[in-house]
């Protein structure tokens, strides 16, 4: 028998991975020369109806090889043909030809190969190549398709819906634009993840190689996790050295068990790895999890072998978690699956768990069995080689058992698909986040004010508020908050009530309500007289509600039935303090079928004094916090979010006046001799080639050219060094304002030029009219894609550092929560008798920088600064840019797996 692992595997030359939507893992790449003996074998061996859908008629041996010459030319602008590979096989090509590289539109060809028919391969081919053909120039890919090919119909439509008939030839064209429908492609991503992960989150049968017969050992423990946790499938140890382990029955090798196998957990030295990822291969594994480590975590040696590893795993359709991790869990009745060494087994629950480390994800889960918190899902990413949190987040998007998602990250494989993955799931389901790295250690620094801004955290901070995901500083703030969004409705507004027997905690609360988005209004005079009268011996009847040491059971549901039924709260907190003269017990089941009944408000509890509190209160689980500081803070967390799922997405509007081609030939153009930083006139170009308004400037090299440009522009006016790289102009004389005079001018220049680099010139424009100064800009990073910044301008910049990033593309309401956002947003609306700003004005430049820096992501950095903002519009008083050549960049749309 030849082993699996020692089958060739076809050259890659810039090949992917990518998820049928079974599941599976094909490999897309280029067609190749030698690929035509394994297309050949694929047309012969097809249905002769599958080839008549193809080759409308019959299709004999001269057809396909003129098939397949054609297919594996050498690709151009042209002509492109790629190829998809399950196991070493070629199952699957698609192809475009066009006359001309000038046309816009290509023929395209599309054929997969029988057994393949149904998973989902055809669309992933067309989507590569659409992907290929727009680097080309191509918008639109054309083909022909008979009306009986109902399976090549219904892949045109889920790409496009433009499909029409041609009644004179009998045949249905097809229009597929090659510009990809972002949430369709992403909705297709998911589903794909989604039943890629069964596998290994559900499995039916699990081996665990490496479980030796000592207890303490990795193997051994994660095996007793698996028949103490009840796990319902069947379970199989691999030791070739026992018989049984555990109390289970022992094989020697994968090769060797009795029946299928979906997982295999793997606790052998990394050097044996790969041999055990070839046997489960052979026995049909789907999934595997790799304990054991000495992988990337070790070095370069490591890192290879782990590429190694995941490049052999992919090739026999095998997702991989880890290496280097501590397991998986599943709570879900019907799996109760522990594949893991972490001590003890967690509650089940809704909370779904992912961290990248190993310690804190034991931590995470003990804290949040000691809270009372239940998990649904927890997944040890380790070195994340192929599984990542991408992956975790489209299955948790339709797991019913899965209610929030919890995150520790350390970095982002491709950010920009994070982006939108979480965002959708976020519409569904809260998404916390524990992101680490926010020293200064990490910062980098630029040579504009954009770029220093956009350091590392706050760009992911940025991500974070566009996706709707609930960042917070700690495993125990994340846990806090997830309690709350577990268990409780979405709060309908910021209104708490705080209800309690211990005075000063309850002013903690209401204190620790000020710093975010709740409120602790005070009541009506009727809900106050109300109160007065139900509870008489109270020490306040405001809010909060100090009820005294010794209130009674009585008191605290008379009380707490008022605040429900008044319609003025939208958050309950009670905070109750054990004392002698008191009975916390019966407070606590006095008040419990009140908050149980009252299904749409949610509620938090405070016990402090008892040696052993509750940590969840009655059948809706109002979670029981040490202090109130937790407590608030936690319902904050649930107040932000639930306004953020209230709010619509945001559109991507109509830009008029844009002119993409000349902005692209002048950004080409700058690039060959270099790109880098760019004089004035260059930038000038490319900004107004997207409408953005700037101030008339005149560039100049010599002191009389300044001069004359002064004359032209009309007196005052101000010279200012041309030099982009000169950050802080103003603090080393980089800038002369108000000139009224030749004399000044010829001044003015001579001492600009000396301030930065002579040679760059000075630029001379009219004196900007007076307005709020801003900041704006764009910086492009190779993992997350361009980021946009607005914030205070002119030499307040880096003073109040009052600064919002948003990464693109950006929508309507991004560009108008950036503004509203800041510190100074008063300034903009009228403060203490100025006139309000041209608000829209502003949304509008920052969109079309937006537009700017998703089509030419080779702005590396671009500086206005200051903008102006009057009530008549905005300005841009100066601009620095910088151009770089982009390099090899995750996708933003494209289905792919991360490279290992």
């Known amino acids: 028998m030849t082993d699996i692992a020692d089958a060739p595997r076809a050259a890659v030359h810039g090949g992917v991975d990518a998820l049928t939507a079974d599941g599976g893992i094909v490999r897309i790449r280029p067609a190749l020369p030698q690929d035509e003996p394994a297309l050949r ?30 297919l594996c030319r050498t690709p151009g602008p042209c002509h492109a043909a790629v190829v998809a590979e399950l196991a070493g096989q070629v199952v699957g090509v698609a192809s475009f030809e066009r006359t001309s590289p000038a046309d816009r539109r290509a023929e395209f060809a599309v054929f997969v190969g029988d057994a393949e028919h149904g998973r989902g391969i055809g669309t992933l081919l067309l989507e590569h190549l659409a992907a290929v053909a727009r680097k080309e120039g191509v918008d639109e890919l054309l083909g022909e398709v008979l009306p009986t090919n109902g399976s090549m119909i219904r892949v045109a439509r889920d790409l496009s819906g433009r499909v029409f008939t041609r009644f004179a030839d009998g045949v249905l064209d097809v229009g597929l634009p090659t510009v990809e429908d972002r949430d369709a492609v992403d909705a297709r991503d998911r589903q794909s993840g989604h039943a890629s992960l069964l596998p290994l989150l559900c499995p039916r049968s699990v081996a665990v190689i490496g479980a030796g017969r000592a207890p303490g050992g990795v193997g051994h423990e994660t095996l007793r996790g698996l028949t103490e946790s009840g796990y319902t499938g069947v379970v199989y140890a691999v030791n070739p050295h026992a018989t049984e382990v555990a109390g289970v029955r022992a094989y020697p090798s994968l090769r060797t068990l009795p029946g299928p196998v979906d997982l295999v957990v793997v606790a052998v030295p ?4 790969p041999g055990v990822i070839a046997d489960a291969a052979v026995a049909g594994a789907r999934a595997a999890v790799v304990l054991s480590a000495g992988f990337g975590e070790v070095g370069a040696d490591g890192r290879q072998g782990q590429a190694a590893l995941v490049d052999l795993a992919r090739r026999h359709g095998i997702r991989l978690v880890g290496p280097n991790c501590i397991g998986i869990l599943n709570t879900d009745a019907k799996v109760r699956l522990n594949a893991s060494f972490v001590p003890g087994h967690p509650l089940p629950g809704g909370l779904a768990v992912a961290s990248q480390s190993g310690a804190v994800g034991i931590a995470l889960l003990d804290h949040a069995t000691r809270s009372g918190c239940g998990i649904s899902t927890f997944v040890s990413l380790g070195n994340k080689a192929d599984v990542s949190g991408n992956d975790l987040i489209s299955y948790w998007f339709d797991d019913p058992h899965t209610s929030a998602v919890a995150l520790y990250l350390e970095s982002f494989g491709n950010p920009r698909k994070f982006a939108r993955f979480a965002r959708a799931l976020a519409r569904r389901k809260p998404v916390l986040a524990v992101k680490s790295g926010r020293s200064a250690a990490g910062q980098r620094a630029g040579a504009s004010h954009t770029a220093a801004a956009a350091a590392p955290d706050a760009t992911v901070s940025a991500l974070f508020a566009q996706a709707g995901v609930i960042r917070v500083d700690n495993i125990g703030e994340l846990l806090d908050a997830a309690r709350v969004l577990v268990d409780q409705p979405l709060p309908r507004g910021g209104r708490l009530a705080v209800l309690g027997n211990a005075g000063g905690f309850n002013v903690m609360a209401a204190d620790a309500a000020a710093g975010g988005r709740l409120t602790v209004p005070a009541p009506t005079p009727e809900l106050h007289d109300l109160l007065r009268h139900l509870a008489p011996q109270a020490a306040t009847h405001d809010n909060p509600l100090d009820l005294g040491a010794a209130a009674t059971p009585e008191a605290f549901a008379s009380a707490a039935r008022t605040l429900v039924d008044s319609g003025e709260v939208d958050l309950l907190l009670f905070v109750v303090a054990a004392t002698r003269a008191n009975d916390v017990s019966a407070i606590l089941a006095a008040l419990t079928p009140i908050v149980d009944a009252a299904t749409d408000l949610a509620a938090a509890a405070v016990v402090v004094g008892l040696e052993a509190p509750p940590r969840v209160l009655g059948a809706r689980r109002i979670p029981v916090f040490d202090l109130p500081e937790q407590a608030v803070r936690a319902l904050d967390h649930a107040v932000r979010y639930a306004d953020w799922r209230r709010e619509p997405l945001g559109l991507q509007p109509d830009l008029p ?20 930083w760019q004089p004035y006139p260059v930038a000038e170009q490319i900004l107004r080639a997207y409408g953005i308004p700037l101030l008339n400037s005149t560039a100049v090299t010599d002191e009389d050219s300044a001069v004359g440009a002064a004359r032209a522009a009309g007196y005052p006016v101000a010279v200012k060094s041309a030099d982009p790289q000169l950050v802080h102009k103003t603090d080393v004389g980089g800038v002369h304002l108000h000139l009224t005079g030749e004399d000044d001018v010829r001044a003015a220049y001579r001492a600009v030029t000396a301030a930065g680099d002579p040679a760059r010139g000075a630029l001379v424009q009219p004196m900007a009219v007076a307005g709020v100064e801003l900041v704006a800009g764009v910086v492009h990073d190779h993992l997350f894609g361009s980021v946009v910044m607005t914030g205070l301008g002119g030499v307040q910049t880096d003073l109040f550092d009052d600064r919002v990033l948003r990464l693109v593309p950006m929508t309507d309401l991004d560009a108008r929560r950036m503004w509203r956002s800041l510190r100074a947003a008063r300034l903009l609306t009228g403060f203490r008798g100025s006139r309000p700003v041209d608000t829209g004005a502003l949304e509008d430049l920052l969109l079309r920088l937006g537009r700017l820096a998703e089509d030419l992501p ?27 050549t982009v390099d090899a960049e995750p996708d933003p749309v494209l289905r792919q797996l991360r490279l290992p």
């Open 41 to 70: 074998t694929m047309y012969a061996s097809a249905d002769p109806d599958n080839l008549r859908m193809r080759f409308f008629g019959l299709a004999g041996e001269s057809t396909i090889m003129t098939e397949v010459r054609r």
């Open 270 to 273: 990394a050097s044996a790895v």
């Open 657 to 676: 006046g844009i002119d993409f081609e000349a902005a692209r030939a002048t950004v080409e153009g700058a690039l060959a001799v270099g790109g880098g």
């Open 858 to 884: 080779e702005v590396a950095e671009l500086d206005l600064n200051p903008v102006v903002a009057r009530a008549d519009g905005v300005v841009a008083v100066d601009a620095k840019l910088r151009l770089r």
